[in-house]
């Protein structure tokens, strides 16, 4: 395998509240060398979570993307508070946007979204065993719940407003994780 | 459905070469407001590439992720110039990452990545009917091309170095449209 770039300089040049943009000045193995921008969030990481009831439905809530300024269709997710782990974050959340909680919660596997230019880290999670609790959340507004049989996951790929890659692939590998028994 | 929050304000708030980062006041229809923060980033949208051979392979390109540091195993994408279609784009871009051009190309779905704070949009492009031609891009380092049979995907998602959320969800929707005879 190559080896990495070296990187020769790495400079912040704007940030915001929530975002940090930093230069990133590389050499490559070959010798080339290119300025290149991304992202840099602080943090624990974040959880997606693939909740799933006794009916054999996953949980979907339908909440307003202000990049997309539009309602979606997705998975509860959030962010990793300080002194979590995945898996509490993930049971915390799906209280929060869905209310409802999980006995039995795993690791399906850790998700990236433009890893070019940022370098965010998502955790799948798989919760069973559901349990009705509302918990208080920062949510301007109440989260719509939705359920979606397992079964029918392909149609649920169709619509335009489920459309996050992250989501898709998360709800393909925990299908796929079901089906093989494990 | 829930009425879109009513948009107060949007200010620019920090930008560099590439990203630009906005300021978004809104106010939810039950009377709440909340501040976000989102990012712009201008362009025509991008492309990503499933490009099956004859031996019903995929083609992978190996290529660092400066956000993760990290070489990473993905699909070809990138984004589409001023002028260009999606379907134009992504024979480009496949002839430039990964040396092969395609005689037959569709579009699959769109994807978006962090919708709650980027606006990004993403075409998955289904191309097959593959011939070898290598055209010059703007990579630093030839990219390394890895073929991957698409009869083993799930051991493909199972690799950490493939962890790209929008690559997983391209490849099982390419999966389902094939396995259906579509």
Redesign the interface.
Same mark, same amino acid.
């Given at each position: 395998?190559?080896a990495?770039?070296e @990187?020769l300089k790495l400079t912040k040049?704007?940030?915001?509240? !929530?975002?940090h @943009?930093e230069?990133?000045e590389?050499r490559?193995?070959?010798g *080339?060398?290119?300025c290149?921008?991304? !992202?840099r969030t602080g943090g624990n990481g974040a959880v997606m979570i693939v909740a799933i009831n006794d009916r054999d439905e996953v949980l979907l809530v339908?909440?307003?993307?202000?990049? !997309?300024?539009?309602? *979606?269709l997705?998975l509860p997710k959030g962010l990793i508070d300080p002194g979590e782990d995945a898996a509490t974050a993930a049971n915390r959340e799906l209280q929060e946007e869905a209310g409802f909680g999980a006995r039995q919660i795993e690791h399906v596997?850790?998700?990236?979204?433009? /890893?070019?230019?940022?370098?965010?880290r998502?955790e799948v999670m798989l919760a069973r065993d559901l349990f009705a609790n509302k918990l208080e959340g920062d949510e301007?507004?109440p989260l719509?719940l939705v359920t979606w049989p397992m079964n029918q996951l392909?149609e649920l790929? &169709?619509l /335009?407003e489920f459309? &996050?890659?992250?989501?898709?692939?998360?709800l393909?590998?925990v299908e796929?994780r079901l089906r093989s028994g494990r």
């Amino acid at each position: 395998m190559t080896a990495k770039p070296e @990187i020769l300089k790495l400079t912040k040049v704007a940030s915001s509240r !929530l975002f940090h @943009i930093e230069s990133m000045e590389l050499r490559f193995s070959n010798g *080339v060398e290119r300025c290149y921008e991304r !992202l840099r969030t602080g943090g624990n990481g974040a959880v997606m979570i693939v909740a799933i009831n006794d009916r054999d439905e996953v949980l979907l809530v339908r909440e307003y993307a202000a990049g !997309l300024e539009e309602y *979606v269709l997705t998975l509860p997710k959030g962010l990793i508070d300080p002194g979590e782990d995945a898996a509490t974050a993930a049971n915390r959340e799906l209280q929060e946007e869905a209310g409802f909680g999980a006995r039995q919660i795993e690791h399906v596997r850790q998700l990236t979204a433009a /890893p070019n230019y940022m370098g965010h880290r998502l955790e799948v999670m798989l919760a069973r065993d559901l349990f009705a609790n509302k918990l208080e959340g920062d949510e301007p507004e109440p989260l719509e719940l939705v359920t979606w049989p397992m079964n029918q996951l392909h149609e649920l790929f &169709e619509l /335009p407003e489920f459309s &996050e890659g992250r989501a898709i692939a998360a709800l393909c590998l925990v299908e796929h994780r079901l089906r093989s028994g494990r």
